[in-house]
Structure formats: C-alpha cells, structure tokens
C-alpha cells in the first residue's frame, strides 16, 4: 500500500506525522482496526492456513475458529501497550494497542474534561449510568434489552415475560421477529457509547454467532452543534438517542457515542478516533458488518465530510442532513462574517437600507446576519460559550484568567493547530485581510461607493481572543497549512472521492427562522470541491424538500425522502458490494447507483418528485421552489467551494470595479487596502490538499 507522508517542507516545524497504514500480510488480516490503531487490549483476527498462531511468542491458536470461507477468525486478547508481535504462517504482523480510554490518534487528551455519566439516561429509563469510577469518565459495560410496544414506545424489556404489547417488526431480509433490541453501554476514548440490535436475549451474541434479526449492516449516527463543545464527556447520543426505530425497525445495527455529537465535542479529529475505537467494539462483539452508513445533520455532516475523506473506511456511505462541509472552514467563514456584518450595521452612521444590507451580505434579508451573528460565539475565547460544568472561576478572560479555560474551537483543536509562541493558546487560521466586502453589491449598482468604502474602513475583524477589532483578522501561515494538509478544510479528493453520498436537506433559507444558518449554498460548496478535486461530483446526490415551520423539519425520520434515502444508500452500497477493503471508483459509484436515486427536490410532503440536476443559480423549478443565497464573502468574490481560508492579495485595479468607484474613490480604497486586496483567481494563502490518510498527532 502506497503510504503517505507529510512533507518536510510542508511540516518543519509541527510535532504530528501521518499514520502509517500498516500492510496487511496475506496470512494475517486484522477485521476489527487497522494494525496500528488496535484499542482496549484484544483484536479480532482472521488467519490463512493452518499451524500455530502466537502472540509475543504466546501461543494463541486455541483463538481461533474456522471460518465459513476456509480461513480463521479469534479474537486475539492479552496485548500489552505499544507493539506486539502476532506470528502465523511463517508471516509476522505487528499490532500497536492503546488503552481503551484513548488516544489512539488524536493527540493529548484534553483537560480539564468533566465527567457526565451521572446525567446519561438508560435507554427506555429514567435511570443514569451513575457516576465514573475513574479519572477517565469510565463506567462498567452493561447490557440492557427494550422493547418496541405496538403504540410506538420502547420500554425496558422485564425478566422472564413477554410483555403482551410487544409490537413485531419486519427487516430487510424478510424476517418477522419480535421488537427487542439488545442495547450496549459502555465508555470508549472517554466518551459513552452505545450499540444496539434486534437481538434475543435468551441468546449469546459472538462475533461468530451474531444476532439472526440483524440484517448484517451498520448505521452509525453523528450529533450536530458545535457551540460549547469542548471540555465534557457529554450526555447525549447520535440524532435522537440509540433507539433510532427507522433503522432498529428494518434491522440495522446502530451505533453512536457522546462524542460523535459536536455539541459535545466539536473536533473532527476526535470524532474520527471516537468512531473508530466504537466500530472496532462492536465488531469484535458482533462481527464485521456488510457495511457502514454514516447518518447525520448539521454538525453531524460537519463531522462526516472530513472524516470520509481524511480517515477512509470508517464509513462506506453517507446520508448527510442540513449539511456543511466542515465547521472551521465554510461554517465559520459565515458566521464569523455574520458578526461584523451585523456589529458594523449596528455602529455606523451610514443608513443601510434593508435592501442594501441584504445585498452586501448575500442573504435572503437584512434579519438574517442577527439571527447567524450569535453563532459565531464558538471563536470567541473571551466570551465564549462555556457549558455549565466549566465553572466560571476557571473560565478564561484576557485580564482577570489569562491562563483559564478558551472556550472556542480552535483551541478545542489544539493538538491540530499548536500553540501560538506569545499567547499560548490555539493558532488561528481565521483571517479577513484584503475582503472587500459587498463588492458585488457595489458592481450592480445595489449600493453606493460611499457604502463600499466605509464598510471596508470600518468593518474591522476578530482578536487572537475573537473580540472585535478595529484592524483586520490575520492568519499565521503555519495555522493555515495545518487547517488544510491535516483535513480540517474536507478536500474531497481522498476518502470523499470512492465515498457515495446522499444530501438530503430540509430548506430553511427564507424566509427567516431560527435555523436559517442551514443555508442551502453548503451543499453546492461540497459539489464544488468535489468537481474541483475529481473532476466529478457523480458520488453526491442532493435532495431538497421544505423545512420550514409546519413541515416535518431539518431531518426527521418521518420525512419519506429521508426514510427511503436510507433505503437507497443501502441499495447503492449493495451494488457496489462494498465491505471487501476495495474502495471503489467514481465510474463504478455511478454505475452502482440505484434508477431512482437522482438530483430531486419535493413538494407536498415529500410525496411529489421533480428529478432535475441542482444548480446554485439558474432558472429551474427547484431553484424556483427553494433558492439558494449566498453569503458577505462570496459577495466578496470567494468562490462557491467557499474554502479560501486567507486569500491572496494584488494590488487594487481600478478597472475592477466597472466604473462604479471614481478617482477619488480609488486612492482611498488604495488606503483602506495598503497591502492589496483579494485575489480569487488564485488558491488560498497556505491551501494544498489534505497531506494524507490517517494522520496522527
């Protein structure tokens, strides 16, 4: 397997490298990790041929079982911390284990981290896990079993009975059985995570007998937010908790930890960790599943995107909801620009029409920088949203606790980014420097030259700690590499490129509503990169139906686009007969895709289709229906993949600006814009692919 590194020239200076995928030998073939990622002392392991296998020199061939293809599967336990040496066959692999409670690949844990076992509600129950019995938010493993009642309740299932509403259900295999569902609990890299299954508990579950009800595939589902997720282990799970009846009913496996929500934890490297050390338990307790689809909206998409593509083969499809592209590119691009938009609207003493406020920033109205302003509290240190647990003693302030807890998402993401040599704290890649903002506004005549130029005297940017500053926001170079060639900006040309997506999105954009910060324009910024690296966007397809008040919503399981998207997914990974290690192409993705699953928006419910290729702008019955708006950047002249994270600078033409700024105008612009303002035409300050697959830190 070719292995890739990150550059010398790229990284002099950082402390992280790219992990190594280690090759798997023809005799040895770990099913439940990669070689090199194994947690929690044991690994699932299949072996060619016959003869003795050893662990560090200890026999363990009484491990093993044949397996139904000819070969042998154990699982392998009693392995010590770093590498172990596995021999069958004259063939040699080495296994590295970490401790269950992590890292494996994402760096230095992150302190303080408050412990919320005592507030984790059991499934069907009012009863909690407790409180951790170590440092390390631990809890004991424990099984529980619910059941589904035929009025559409789960309720904790009672010894020795059945219970006389237990409702029946149907999976995809044509199997009846009774709706019981085996549910896991544990603790894993710190965080609470649950599998459940169709599964009766008069039987034993190995991974060699797993549960007959279980269709043999994974759904792993992804929490959204990201403002205050830092610091805690969390209490919530997935979209709706574990017991997800769309996927439990049809016999889906689910999946889901506390820090696979990014209201509890918004660093996408963690999230991929988290997820891989979850999946990894639930192999070697269940077996290895046909697939996996991952399933998530908002900042469920905004993990899912960049783990995809910078950690392949953790999920082989996705069903993304409300989606963005990543949290500290697109996401805070906007918000961030939101803020000033508004505070700068707020403080001058020009009058700015609605009209021209919605014009300048590109949203559906003058309302909708104060409803995204708010949001944009996640890079803010000295104001940031710290969750209750962090009391306020120890919370950071420029003055009073410079040493105290940030509370934002760069320095959530330290281990990614490094500490700044002055300050301390997390470097950032935020950055305003030569935006001209409501350019287009300007050219078409929907604001003045004297709007323009004040705007951009004015509008200022954020502090190292996100307080507003008179100057602009300056991004260092080495924070800028890092965001990129690390994956925290989703490429597209790697994982993304052999990975079928669905885009499911319930439109919010206008008129104005409280989740308005779910525009429409993130899906095309996806497409786009995904055209940009690959030439193509055959794997993504978008669905777009209401979500508006009095419509099902952003993701909700009674949408019929969303249910049978799932169904779909299922049907495109089938063909693709995904599951082997191959990953497949973008021509293959296509062939494979189901007839009916196509661009489409939806009316009436969901229940009236209009198959049409979706375009950010045009004159189509779907952008008649839902359009798509923009935002202050790319009014500004950002692109649509909306990943310029600092651009660079040319000198200011007057000849771009079609006439609308005279003489005059032009030499204070010059002075606004001393060092030259944005060019588009080319990449970003610091932007290059993703480095690599697997990165560690």
Request: glycine share 12%; aromatic share 8%; net charge neutral.
């Amino acid at each position: 397997m070719d292995i890739r590194h990150v550059t010398a020239l790229m990284f002099a200076a950082t402390a992280f490298a790219v992990a190594h995928v280690n090759a798997e030998s023809t005799a040895i073939t770990v099913l439940s990790s990669q070689p090199r990622f194994v947690s929690g002392g044991d690994a699932l392991v299949e072996v060619n041929g016959d003869g003795p296998v050893t662990l560090n020199g200890r026999d363990v061939t009484a491990s093993f079982t044949r397996a139904g293809h000819g070969g042998r599967i154990g699982l392998v336990g009693g392995l010590k911390l770093g590498d172990n040496i596995l021999d069958a066959g004259g063939t040699r692999l080495v296994l590295v284990n970490h401790p269950i409670t992590g890292p494996v690949f994402s760096g230095p844990h992150e302190t303080p981290f408050h412990c919320m076992t005592a507030k984790f509600v059991l499934p069907a129950s009012k009863a909690t896990l407790g409180p951790e019995i170590d440092a390390d938010c631990s809890v004991k493993t424990r099984i529980d079993y619910v059941y589904r009642t035929r009025g559409g309740e789960f309720r904790p299932l009672p010894a020795g009975a059945t219970p006389a509403d237990l409702a029946e259900t149907r999976t995809t295999e044509g199997k009846n059985v009774p709706y019981v569902v085996r549910v896991e609990t544990g603790t894993i890299n710190r965080a609470i995570y649950q599998t459940a299954v169709l599964a009766n508990p008069a039987t034993a579950v190995t991974f060699t007998a797993p549960p007959p009800a279980w269709n043999g595939k994974l759904v792993y589902t992804f929490g959204g937010g990201c403002v205050g997720g830092w610091y805690v282990q969390g209490s919530s799970i997935g979209n709706r908790g574990i017991l997800e009846d769309l996927m439990l009913r049809q016999g889906y496996a689910v999946a889901s930890s506390t820090l696979n929500v990014f209201g509890n934890n918004c660093n996408m490297v963690l999230a991929a960790e988290t997820l891989a050390m979850v999946k990894e338990r639930f192999i070697k307790t269940y077996g290895v599943p046909k697939f996996t689809i991952g399933v998530g909206c908002s900042g469920g998409s905004e993990q899912l995107h960049p783990i995809a593509d910078a950690y392949p083969g953790l999920v082989d499809g996705i069903l993304v909801g409300c989606s963005f592209p990543e949290v500290v590119g697109g996401m805070v691009l906007n918000l961030a620009d939101a803020d000033l938009m508004q505070h700068y609207f707020k403080q001058t003493k020009f009058h700015w029409s609605e009209a021209e406020q919605a014009a300048t920033t590109g949203y559906p109205n003058a309302t909708t920088a104060g409803t995204l302003a708010p949001l944009a509290v996640r890079i803010k240190a000295q104001t940031g949203a710290c969750k209750p647990e962090i009391p306020e003693s120890v919370r950071f302030d420029r003055t009073r606790n410079p040493g105290g807890v940030r509370c934002d998402v760069y320095d959530h993401t330290v281990n990614v980014f490094g500490r700044d040599g002055t300050t301390g704290a997390a470097r950032r890649p935020w950055d305003n420097v030569g935006v001209q903002y409501g350019l287009a506004a300007l050219k078409s005549g929907a604001i003045s030259a004297q709007h323009f130029l004040d705007l951009n005297r004015a509008i200022g940017g954020f502090d190292s700690d996100g307080n507003y500053s008179t100057a602009r926001g300056e991004a260092g170079v080495t924070a800028l590499k890092r965001a990129y060639a690390t994956g925290q900006i989703t490429y597209g040309g790697l994982g993304l490129k052999s990975t079928p997506i669905i885009d499911y999105r319930g439109y919010v954009d206008a008129p104005e509503n409280s989740a308005e910060e779910h525009s429409r324009f993130h899906s095309f910024s996806m497409r786009a990169r995904l055209e940009m690296a690959n030439g193509s966007s055959a794997n993504q397809v978008m669905l777009v139906e209401s979500g508006l008040p009095g419509t099902r919503g952003l993701f909700s399981d009674e949408s019929p686009v969303l249910s049978h998207a799932l169904t779909q997914m299922d049907q495109w990974l089938t063909n693709l007969g995904t599951g082997n290690g191959v990953r497949p192409t973008l021509t293959e993705i296509a062939r494979a895709r189901p007839a009916d699953l196509a661009d489409a928006c939806f009316t009436d419910g969901g229940t009236v289709r209009i198959a049409e290729t979706q375009t950010w702008r045009g004159d189509s019955r779907c952008n008649r229906l839902y359009p798509s708006y923009s935002t202050p950047r790319m009014v500004a002249g950002e692109p649509l993949a909306n990943n310029v994270l600092k651009c660079q600078l040319k000198p200011v033409d007057p000849a771009d600006y079609d006439g609308k700024l005279g003489n005059a105008d032009i030499a204070e612009l010059k002075s606004i814009f001393a060092a030259g303002v944005c060019d588009y035409s080319k990449p970003g300050a610091g932007q290059v692919p993703t480095a690599g697959t697997w990165q560690s830190f």
